[in-house]
């Protein structure tokens, strides 16, 4: 069903989520997207001033504090970013009858199942960013009918770059590349993403929960292999195609606990909108071929 011209706020706009949902979005609707240092989030009372400056009838939170070592040492700052002003947000956004479209993570999860987490399954999270990401996602969901907190997992998007373009960056001066080969998700592409959202503008759609990411599952050594494989039929001039397997336990230097199985079931995305989610492995394709390919090889 076609979505009428929305008045849309995005906030964190430097983001690699929210930057390509902006451009997504700016074709069809008036997008005013928003980033430090014109935003932060961090103070709640100017958050709520800045909020209330600006008519809007859809606002998207890409804000967070998304780096997970980094929230185990800076407790107070995630905890304010992640969770104090989702709250801000859904207030200001339901008291004017505006939908929010927050989005959170699979870090909400341990990783223990071994099936795909659905929204009814009951939230663990290992870290503290997944803790704070809960608390924010109970603070948007308690505020009204109009809320709306996605999931999503391993973005990826043309508004800066993820592990699948600092791969690429990698195997163009490297020979030997690696990644972890024992912890499993689904990449989420930010312009399928768009599609996927862009329903919800309509406010019959109902709020609350939902699990948004691709079809299929994979764990970062079989999401790089496929990334270098397409970058190479794509014309970039990589040095290897080969992604070697490490282990989680041998990444020394992460800080945060990490879900080794976070992969999302998104049948109730599908259920309410109608829309399947299409496999990484054809997004990534569509997003490598534009972001990455030599000019001469995509004319
Ligand atoms: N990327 C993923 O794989 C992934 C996976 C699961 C869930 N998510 C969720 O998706 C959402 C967007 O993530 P993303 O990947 O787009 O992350 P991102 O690229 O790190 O974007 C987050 C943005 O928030 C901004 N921000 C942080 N603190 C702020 C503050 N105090 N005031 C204003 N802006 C602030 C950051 O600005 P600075 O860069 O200037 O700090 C950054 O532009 C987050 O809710 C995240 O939890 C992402």
């Not at 600092?166 to 998700?185: C, G, M, N, P, Y």
């Not at 399928?192 to 990411?213: R, T, V």
Request: glycine fraction near 8%; aromatic fraction near 8%; hydrophobic fraction near 40%.
């Amino acid at each position: 069903m076609p979505v009428s011209p929305k008045k849309i706020l995005i906030l964190g706009a430097g983001g690699r989520l929210a930057g390509s949902l902006a451009e997504c979005w700016r074709a069809h609707h008036k997008v005013t997207a928003l980033k430090r240092p014109e935003l932060n989030v961090a103070d709640p009372g100017a958050l709520e001033r800045l909020l209330d400056s600006y008519d809007f009838d859809i606002l998207v939170n890409g804000t967070g504090l998304t780096n997970v070592d980094r929230c185990e040492q800076d407790r107070e700052e995630a905890r304010v970013v992640n969770t104090v002003a989702p709250g801000v947000m859904a207030r200001s956004a339901e008291a004017r009858g505006a939908r929010l479209i927050h989005f959170s993570t699979d870090y909400v999860f341990d990783g223990t199942q071994r099936e795909p987490y659905t929204e009814s399954d009951v939230a663990h999270p290992c870290g503290w960013y997944g803790a704070t990401k809960l608390d924010g996602e109970n603070e948007v969901l308690a505020t009204g009918r109009l809320g709306m907190v996605v999931r999503v997992s391993w973005v990826f998007g043309p508004a800066k770059p993820s592990f699948v373009d600092a791969l690429i960056s990698r195997a163009q001066t490297e020979d030997h590349v690696e990644a972890i080969a024992d912890k499993f998700s689904s990449p989420t592409s930010a312009v399928d993403a768009a599609e996927w959202i862009e329903p919800f503008f309509n406010l019959d759609l109902p709020g609350g929960l939902y699990h948004a990411c691709n079809a299929g599952e994979c764990s970062w050594q079989e999401y790089g292999a496929h990334a270098l494989a397409v970058a190479s039929e794509a014309g970039v001039p990589v040095r290897t195609t080969t992604v070697a397997p490490i282990r989680l336990a041998d990444m020394k230097q992460f800080i945060a606990p990490r879900p080794i199985f976070s992969i999302l079931s998104t049948r109730k995305l599908t259920s309410v909108t109608g829309i399947s989610p299409r496999h990484w492995r054809d997004s990534l394709r569509d997003y490598i071929f534009k972001k990455h390919a030599p000019l001469s090889s995509t004319t």
